[in-house]
């Protein structure tokens, strides 16, 4: 196996020095008494934000408008006396808060994993000696030194590089290690990416060494910048949200009318006792608000998060479940999100050709003199005990493409054994071993050389063809130049690599020529056909990363996002645009390059202003202010940072993209299954309305009571409303468009349901009401019956409850026939729960009427099989009523699209 011995810094003939140092003259670091003076401005931490309490997140949650109207329904209950009907309100109310808060309760920590991430301690110099402090102790001034495996303390100004490589992967998102030159100038309008003369807080040292002085610390480092949007960036209410609360203003305002209307009615028109009409008042009112309608919405969302946990995708905050559904642009970060952050190898060139990774003859002999080569040239190291391979991810890819390939990165480096280098540069731009190389009984000192093509091949003279060594041409350079270029220009990272033998010494010149490998981080499988997918359904995707424009379109073109050049902008044009034209062009736009965690906050904020519903995938601590201003933040699980994911509202377990699409496809489906279950309650409720207001206005007395309109709203409503919200989703969801969040979770034809089907089970209930009393007396002086009998006033209301109770329950299967099926379908059975609840619940409300105890608690009359009889044909009747209006109106829907 290989043996790396010690490195020698060489200086290479015809190259400049390897250290760099600003041509300013460097003052070696403060004194003691100058960093406590210093320290007076403030330490090298993170100002933490103010943290959501227990009881804030509880007060959140009564916020509800809905929970306010059920909690001034249980206060005027208790207020007359109806202490069952409070408690269970109360019971519904409190059962809301505690699934909302429990969902929440782990959701503020981004700028606590921010403060975990930073250096602990930094080596710096004061009183003119070296020594070792705690980074929250630096201050503006400091003399830092830097050295492989260090993390930076604090935002520098290099003064000093020798071979200096930065991972800055944490902040800008990509994974090549950054090379750093003290001599470059920079400016605060120069990308990231491209501040060679800057060392940034939290980012990691790769290789070689450096020194700088400070000039940032804590929140006005670049990594204090991105801590400071996330305390300032606020999440919006989502889509489903804003509709309840609408529904529930709406409902709010139409029952405190109609309640006052009933009140006036009763006692100004009829007479009645004040103490009968405000008890009336109450029943009226509980019969307008759907009880059980916040907590089955709350339900329906916590089921989808368990369903989206078994794909892989953990969601933590419950409302973001729905919002998946709506969502139109996926704005997705490239590294590590669409590719796989790790660079590979897909193209080489030798003996004048470029050839596919795929289609290489691995027993060639060139191939492998090449391969060999790049493998000895090389820092990066590998275990063969895990399989792991370490270090700069271009070197690394070597190792990789050998270990891929079986051919054995043990044998290929056995007998080949390092003493001396020459170190990489950014100024000669190459790296040079020299290496003793003994190989079938024959040893020999080889100098490898590898870099870029326009470095190393000038300093050859001769070149390695299938023949052996021979001079090199002029056509040979113009080949491999031409090759190098038209893979530069396909964003391929390009290296070139040269060998010479005999030497005591490296050198790099009148080398002999080999080849080329080209390599790239390559997207993931099956990232192209989800991003086609997310296209048919209507859903954009838009590339954000720190890397070059070339390289970025390289790669968006590959996986379909973009097609043309006009399609990309970079973070120094969105710079340089007015913020108001920059939104108005936002959508010409699919890829955004060299971006800074400013650009993307800004960019996820453009979408949003023409109305779209954006997510923003991402793993890097640069990607958590974006993450939190979206409307859904999307963290890799695997390869991203713990900011990163807790700024997100959902974490993908596997990094996989296409775990996206099914999490939007579940979305989809729960969304339509919550419609499903708003529909059922709303009509069910609009049914009841119908059903006291005939009676009321009519100047009969309640045909149901507070506790009878309980009964029927949260055990015979919310229970197959549940049952709704959990039915069998289907894939063709992501064939349709996104819907329309402006326009309501309920459309018109939604509402026009509501409103027929009410009408047809408020009048069977009616008829059932009145039954009775025709059967007894006739149809004449109904009113003055019910007044004076009031048993029969008790029979009357029992069999008005007990039709309304069975006609809801299976109501629920004409609510579930949506879109193009019909009642009678083998699809309207298919949900097992709903099934099962329909039987249970019809089985309990019949022995309700059986059981004495519940029966008395109820306010029943007791009743015959025969009534039983007559009220299931009642109930059933306006189902099948219902059922057959539905299927007609799908007849007609079928019809006139036939004839568009």
Not at 185 to 198: A, I, Q, V, Y
Not at 409 to 423: A, H, L, V, W
């Amino acid at each position: 196996m290989s043996k790396k011995g010690t490195k020698t810094n060489k200086k290479p003939e015809n190259s400049g020095t390897n250290t760099n140092k600003t041509s300013t003259e460097n003052v070696k670091g403060l004194t003691t008494e100058e960093a406590l003076e210093r320290a007076k401005e403030g330490r090298n931490v993170l100002t933490q934000g103010k943290k959501k309490s227990i009881f804030s997140m509880i007060l959140e949650q009564f916020a509800s408008p809905l929970l306010l109207l059920l909690i001034a329904a249980a206060v005027i209950s208790i207020a007359n006396k109806e202490l069952v009907d409070g408690i269970i309100i109360i019971v519904v109310v409190l059962a809301n808060v505690i699934i909302g808060t429990v969902q929440e309760v782990s959701a503020e920590k981004s700028v606590e994993a921010l403060k975990q991430i930073n250096a602990s301690t930094a080596i710096v110099i004061r009183d003119g000696k070296q020594k070792e402090i705690p980074a929250a102790d630096l201050v503006v001034g400091d003399y830092v030194i830097l050295e492989a495996g260090r993390v930076i303390p604090a935002d520098l100004a290099l003064t000093d590089t020798s071979s200096l490589k930065i991972n800055e992967s944490a902040l800008t998102g990509e994974s090549v290690a950054v090379e750093k030159d003290s001599r470059e100038k920079s400016n605060d309008k120069t990308p990231l990416g491209d501040r060679k003369d800057k060392a940034f807080m939290s980012t990691l040292v790769e290789y070689g060494r450096g020194e700088g002085v400070v000039e940032k610390i804590g929140d006005n480092t670049e990594i204090g910048k991105i801590s400071s949007m996330l305390h300032k960036i606020t999440k919006q209410e989502t889509p489903l949200q804003k509709n309840l609360n609408s529904i529930s203003l709406v409902l709010g305002i139409a029952g405190v009318v109609l309640c006052l209307l009933m009140v006036v009615c009763q006692y100004f028109v009829y007479k009645t006792d004040i103490i009968e009409t405000l008890m009336i008042s109450i029943a009226f009112a509980v019969a307008v608000i759907p009880e059980g309608l916040a907590t089955v919405v709350t339900l329906v969302l916590s089921s989808g998060i368990q369903k989206m946990s078994k794909r892989n995708a953990i969601v933590k905050q419950i409302h973001a479940v729905e919002t998946l559904g709506a969502v139109n642009v996926i704005c997705s970060d490239k590294t590590g999100t669409l590719t796989q952050n790790k660079m590979t190898v897909v193209r080489w060139y030798f003996l004048g050709e470029e050839v596919d990774s795929a289609d290489i003859e691995l027993n060639n002999p060139i191939f492998s003199h090449l391969l060999t080569g790049f493998l000895a040239c090389n820092d990066a190291k590998y275990s063969s005990k895990t399989g792991e391979e370490i270090g700069d991810p271009t070197e690394t890819a070597f190792i990789k493409y050998a270990k891929d390939n079986k051919l054995g990165y043990d044998s290929i480096m056995e007998g080949i054994t390092r003493f001396d280098e020459i170190p990489f540069d950014s100024d000669r731009k190459m790296m040079t071993t020299l290496d003793k190389v003994e190989k079938n009984g024959e040893t020999k000192n080889v100098s490898f050389t590898k870099g870029a093509i326009d470095s190393v091949i000038v300093r050859c003279d001769r070149i390695l063809d299938e023949n052996g060594v021979r001079k090199i041409t002029t056509e040979d350079i113009l080949n491999a130049s031409k090759s190098a270029e038209k893979m530069s220009s396909e964003a391929l990272r390009v290296l070139a690599l040269a060998y010479r033998e005999g030497d005591t010494e490296p050198q790099e010149k009148d080398m002999i020529f080999v080849g080329l490998s080209a390599m790239i981080d390559p997207p993931k499988e099956g990232v192209k056909e989800t991003v086609y997918e997310c296209h048919n359904a209507g859903i954009d995707v838009a590339m954000i990363t720190g890397d070059h424009k070339i390289t970025a379109f390289a790669i968006a073109k590959e996986l379909d996002i973009a097609n043309d050049i006009s399609q990309c902008i970079s973070g120094a044009e969105i710079d340089e645009m007015d913020p108001e034209e920059f939104k108005k062009t936002v959508l010409n736009y699919r890829v955004f390059a060299r971006v800074s965690p400013e650009n993307k906050v800004q960019i996820v904020q453009a979408f949003q202003s023409h109305g779209k519903i954006c997510s923003m995938t991402g793993d890097g601590v640069n990607d958590a202010p974006s993450l939190k201003a979206a409307d859904i933040g999307v963290a890799m699980g695997i390869g991203g940072t713990e900011v990163a994911k807790d700024a997100a509202e959902m974490i993908l377990v596997d990094d996989n993209f296409i775990t996206i699409k099914n999490a939007v496809m579940e979305g989809r489906n729960l969304f339509n299954n919550i419609k499903k279950s708003v529909v059922y309650l709303l009509r069910s409720n609009f049914g009841e309305v119908v059903l006291m207001a005939s009676a009321i206005f009519a100047g009969f007395s309640s045909p149901l009571s507070t506790i009878q309109i309980l009964w029927v709203n949260l055990l015979t409503d919310t229970a197959p409303s549940l049952a709704l919200g959990m039915d069998v989703g289907s894939d063709s969801v992501m064939n349709e468009k996104p819907r329309d969040v402006k326009a309501g979770i309920l459309d018109k034809g939604d509402y026009i349901n509501i409103v027929i089907q009410g009408l047809i089970s408020g009048c069977a209930a009616l008829l059932a009401f009145l039954l009775p009393v025709i059967v007894k007396y006739g149809a004449g002086d109904i009113l003055g019956h019910l007044g004076k009998d009031a048993e029969l006033l008790r029979l009357c209301r029992t069999y008005c409850f007990s039709t309304l109770a069975i006609n809801e329950m299976l109501m629920a299967y004409v609510c579930k026939t949506t879109g193009r099926l019909a009642f009678f379908t083998k699809e309207s059975w298919n949900n097992k729960a709903l099934n099962i609840i329909t039987v249970a619940g019809i089985l309990l409300q019949i022995g309700v009427l059986a059981i004495a105890p519940l029966s008395k608690l109820l306010k029943l009359a007791p009743v015959s099989v025969g009534d039983v009889g007559v009220i299931f044909f009642i109930a059933v009747s306006g189902v099948m009523i219902n059922a057959a209006i539905t299927l007609a109106k799908e007849r007609l829907q079928i019809k006139k699209d036939r004839n568009i």
